[in-house]
């Protein structure tokens, strides 16, 4: 039977035991090697992330995940970008005939809107380096994957060490395919429904996360 988390909190729990009983985090301590960092994937990933990072006592961080919509169809997502790196879906810009300028101006108003985002989650404090880092990823569920995975290739190439992608809940197709992908050093899940249907549907509340809600999760960590 499929597990029924209460809410973010208490699926963060949940994921924090499960990371630990199937190996923990990698420590690192050294002055070569920062500390891991999780990662709470905006918005709904933070409240989770925060109970992994306080369970294990390690800092968390916010990452905004944007869609390139095409012009007149926002919804038709070209690419996405995060953490100031852009991934556009092979052809797809040529094949709506959307010009390089197009583009430009839809990954500029994008890219400002998600820095306006992570600076407004977290006040005055800077954002960590991801550089050298192992980075948990932390999000409330996986549906399609889209948008761990672009999450995923924005750390690597932003020079995390290593990636762990963490997540109370998400259909057995999603983690099989990041547990083959060589950019990803761990997945971990702790209810895997089958049939899988929607990440909601495993939290009794699983109410809109509020920006000041997210503002309140970094400040404690």
Same mark, same amino acid.
């Given at each position: 039977?499929? +597990?029924? *988390?209460?809410? +973010?909190?208490?699926?963060?729990?949940?994921?924090?035991?499960? =990371?630990?009983? %199937?190996?923990? =985090?990698?420590?690192?301590?050294?002055?070569?090697?920062?500390?891991?960092? =999780?990662?709470?994937?905006? +918005?709904?990933?933070?409240?989770?992330?925060?109970?992994?990072?306080?369970? *294990?006592? $390690?800092?968390?961080?916010?990452?905004?995940?944007?869609? $390139?919509?095409?012009?007149?169809?926002?919804?038709? &997502?070209?690419?996405?970008?995060?953490?100031?790196?852009? *991934?556009?879906? /092979?052809?797809?810009?040529? @094949?709506?005939?959307?010009?390089?300028?197009?583009?430009?101006? !839809?990954?500029? +108003?994008?890219?400002?809107? @998600?820095?306006?985002?992570? %600076?407004?989650?977290?006040?005055?404090?800077?954002?960590?380096?991801? /550089?050298?880092?192992?980075?948990? $990823?932390? /999000?409330?569920? !996986?549906?399609?994957?889209? %948008?761990?995975?672009?999450?995923?290739? &924005?750390?690597?190439?932003?020079?995390?060490?290593?990636?762990? !992608?963490?997540?109370?809940?998400?259909?057995?197709?999603?983690?099989?395919? *990041?547990?083959?992908?060589? /950019? !990803?050093?761990?997945?971990?899940?702790?209810?895997?429904?089958?049939?899988?249907?929607?990440?909601?549907?495993?939290?009794?509340?699983?109410?809109?996360?509020?920006?000041?809600?997210?503002?309140?999760?970094?400040?404690?960590?």
């Amino acid at each position: 039977m499929s +597990r029924l *988390f209460a809410d +973010r909190a208490d699926a963060g729990r949940a994921l924090a035991g499960r =990371i630990s009983e %199937t190996g923990g =985090i990698v420590p690192s301590s050294s002055a070569e090697q920062p500390l891991p960092l =999780i990662v709470g994937l905006a +918005r709904g990933g933070v409240p989770v992330g925060r109970e992994v990072a306080e369970a *294990f006592n $390690l800092p968390l961080e916010v990452l905004v995940v944007r869609k $390139l919509g095409a012009p007149g169809q926002p919804e038709y &997502a070209m690419g996405a970008l995060a953490a100031g790196q852009v *991934f556009v879906a /092979d052809d797809v810009p040529r @094949r709506l005939g959307v010009s390089d300028r197009q583009l430009h101006e !839809i990954v500029l +108003r994008e890219d400002a809107l @998600r820095v306006e985002r992570e %600076t407004r989650y977290r006040q005055e404090r800077q954002p960590y380096s991801f /550089d050298g880092r192992f980075v948990v $990823l932390v /999000d409330d569920g !996986i549906a399609t994957g889209a %948008t761990m995975a672009v999450a995923a290739r &924005a750390v690597r190439v932003a020079g995390a060490a290593g990636v762990m !992608i963490a997540v109370p809940t998400a259909p057995r197709d999603a983690l099989r395919r *990041f547990a083959g992908d060589p /950019d !990803i050093d761990r997945v971990v899940a702790v209810d895997v429904p089958e049939p899988f249907r929607a990440v909601g549907l495993s939290y009794g509340e699983f109410g809109q996360v509020a920006d000041d809600d997210v503002v309140s999760c970094l400040r404690d960590r």
